[in-house]
């Protein structure tokens, strides 16, 4: 059986036009996707029933058992963090909110490592921003800065910038013009038009540079910013103001970087000079598919994107002090729920050594490498494959992913609820 | 079987005619009954002013743009914190509350039904899903069409019946109640960075002016059989000189329906200015009103400006972006492909600035000079001027001349040049204010027959208690008292339960959301279009199979399905 | 010899992301890209094994030749073995210095840890049932 019009459930473009066949309820084929798409899709890995760490190894253990020790590890927990968020759908960070409300927890998602910092930017100066149809059927000029799409968002240039069809482009991929601003030449970089190569740390002022250009006082930049020549900031410059319609994306490299949320504040401000030339946008591309969609579940339920504190009843909002990396950091927390994210492979060990040493349970369908660090892991459906829910691709557009195959194993939502139940029940309520 | 007995109730209820007569109200499973036994639970209001829930029909509590407006200012987050407490979640907010927020305090005003003022169709789910967290209220949304493509290029086409068709495909598709038009061509100019500057200048590329799209929707509106009518943002927004765009747009509109209005504008306050640039702009109420006053195939809710702090959000990308320019404060904008725009800029509305005193005043003028009550409703467009949590001093400055001059003494001392507040002599009454934000808001809205905005037997039993007693408090020099008994009643009551006591919510609650099913004939189907398909399939970044809302997402709901003339 | 450490997303890292016990993620994930004249200046060839020593910690990986570097720079995909080695502080932003770190290079003879070796080195525990 051939299912059309799938949504993947790898990265924040959220494609769905997949083409999954089935067969006894496996995949067995997909077409349209990525690379990565296909390795999620076809991945047989599944863990079959909830884990737990003994002496010596692991032991098979029971839903009911595992969801018990999660309960009561929450509710002995002074200071419990649960983290991830990204992996899953919306139905189940609901949930994950009322259980961080209800314990007086911390909640915080994958965010604080990828795009926390353009959200501390977003929140200084706002964001001039779009749907990704916008940009496809619009933009005569798209920037790449500081990310790599052709590895990390395989179809973001073919199916919303370089390579689309767009309505007012007669022949789009001849007619947008693809800058990329990168600290190495990836691949992306060799099919742009305009490669800018910038050195380590110098996004700042490059920003700072072409917005002074812009500005018309090119006059104070010096003949090479960061590596970069006056001549070719100036040719970007008067491409960017020649454009009827300009997106910038940017990565990473932008938010990990020396500056992080100030490099990210420079570059929206530069999209701001530029809107009072013609049109621009800015959008950040985020990587896991739902990562968008947990800034967007925490901030109607909670008044904030991530690193949510409640431990004083409230709602308390401090990145930097209330994210994860900094609670584990100063080993803070002394019991860690973690869905849909694998910190023990994305952490600085200075953290995961504080994991290894707390409470820890894993509600995630494979073994990563944070099952070592964990007591127990209750495995799940996948989200977009044997489960379906809601998620917000990178420009807010909010997508259901499906349910292709028939589930064995109850979905994060279900979980989460019992766990939620049972604590409500331990508290009397 | 659930029974509530209401004795001693002083009911205003003015769609059924009923203005402070004391008597006792019946409930049977959440609907208005003639009787009940004597196993009836009962709330003796004592005398207390009893109306039906508030109905607010122009707010923006949920979805994407309301949502980022709370995502991009976490010290409007930190400005109104509550915490976790009994059935009551922990909110934030001040004038974007997190949407329990918005729903606890509308309750505690008694305020038990919603319509969201902007919904863009493609991001429908997520305004559903916020719907399913403002538990407390019955939600609609309002459905943005002011820049979409292919019903523009049907009005070009001049087929006013595709147009139709798309519509009701759309509001079937993404479970949307009304047709919302903001700016419309302005938000498809925006997508260039432009603008359009009246109701005559075309929309680029696509070739056709507001004056059509405005004309074009108002008959397929009809040709839809919508309970609502077309719900209008007029151009030319927060411009000083728009009352002639607001005119010429009035102009525009037939007496299309023998129900209810053929037009609902939307925060008129804010488009209602004379001069020509920020140095003489001035107040035209007068001319607005007289308008109004005329055609009774309008109805307007005034967009009333409190001062303070607040956050403006609209589709109206470009004007978000012009006020940008004026306050250099923060900015955020969201154009949505093929459909419509959308910007948040946080603001400070001060006494002390002539332009935001003359808001204030014309808003209130709006109120005033509109001799019907049932043709201007009470709002703030929230919290474009203010946010909601202000409705009962505005309902005080309405019905108080004393309350109104002593805040104009405190506004910018040029004011009085420019606007005719202080002219206007004119007390509003308890029912004026009943008909503001019941009677008028179910009839406009096209909801009464559901029984919604009154008490009448059959009707759903959404009640306000307030502690008030009308025939011992003034109005008109009682302005405190009446701030005090509409911020906070004693019960709110919601499907026949009790949902808010004394500001405390009592139960977790669960909202309904009420949507429009037009049926149109098989020739007019857009799922049976190849055109309309591939097009869509071509330049949307949504295949059209994934872009309808799932049932999922309404999971109470009450469906209104339309025999569409198509 | 100093050297500028960045980490990130690759496909290859990426399709292994729900594979992480796999050969391929641990090749892929333990690799120090580096330019080719930096390797000569260290004196290495290709797919020989160099320990990179930041503030926090030292690590061994395979170097891999890569022309896309600038010299004087180094790429590790995101994943445990950067992260051994990454500071994690966040200077009050939450996010820790992923990119842009001062390390040093050296050839060693050592043989890289697995990812398990890893985890288990700071009290993890391999889940071995595949």
Redesign the interface.
Known sequence: MKINDVVCPFCGCLCDDLEITVEHNRIVAVDNGCTLANAKFMSKEQLASPIRRTGEGWENISYDEAIQYTVDMLLDADRPLLYGWSGTHGEAQCIGVHVSELVGGIIDSTTSVCHGPSILAIQEVGHPGCTLGRVKNRADVVIYWGCNPLEAHPRHMSRYTTYADGYFLQNAFRERKVIVVDVRETETARVADEFIRIKEGGDYAVLSALRAIVRGKGDVVPESVAGVSRSQLERIVTLCKDAKFGAIFFGLGLTMTRGKYKNVRNAIELVDELSRHTKFTITPMRGHWNVYGSNEVFTWMTGYPYAIDFCRGIAFYNPGETSAIDLLARKECDACLIIGSDPGAHFPRGCVEHLAEIPTVVIDPVPTMTTALADVQIPVAVSGIDADGTAYRMDGVPIRVRKVIEPTLPNDREVLKSIHAKMKEAKGQ | MTELLIRNACVIDPLNDICGEVMDIAVRDGKIVESVGSGAEVIDAGGSLTMPGGIDSHTHICGTKVNFGRYMSPEDMRAGRTARRGHMHSTSGYSVPTTYGTSYRYSAMGYTTALEGAMAPLEARHTHEEFTHTPLQDMMANTLFDGNWPIMQAIHDGDIRRAAAIVGWTLSAVKGFAIKLTNPGGTEAWGWGKDVASIRDPVPHFEVTPAEIIRAMIEANEMLNLPHSVHLHCNCLGKPGNHQCTLETFDLVPNANNKRQSLYATHVQFHSYGGSSWRDICSRSEEICRAINSKPQIVIDMGQVMFGKTTTMTADGPMEFNLYRLYHNKWSNHDVELETGSGIIPVYYSRKNLVNSIMWSIGLELALLTDNPWQCILSTDNPNGAPFVKYPEIMALLMSKRYRNEIFGTVHPDTEHNVPLAAIDRELTWNDIAIMTRGAPAKALGIEDLGKGHLGEGADADIAIYPININETDPATSAEEVIRAFGQTDYTIKRGRVVCRQGTCMVDGKNTTIWVDPHISENYSMDHDPEFAKNFDRYYTVRMSNYPVQEEYIRRNLCIETEAQL | MKF?L??????TQ????????HQGYFEE?SSCFIHPLDLMDLDLEDGEHVEVVSE??SVVLRAVSC????KG?I?VP???FA??????????????????ITVELARTERERLT??EL??K?????????
């Open positions: 500028i960045n980490t990130g997303r690759t496909v990426g399709r292994h992301v729900e594979h992480k016990y994930t926090w910690g022309e896309d570097l600038r720079m790429f995101l994943g445990p992260n051994h080695i990454i500071p994690p502080r966040t200077h009050s932003t939450g996010m820790p210095d992923f990119k842009n990812q398990w985890m288990e700071i009290g993890g525990k391999r889940y071995e049932n595949q």
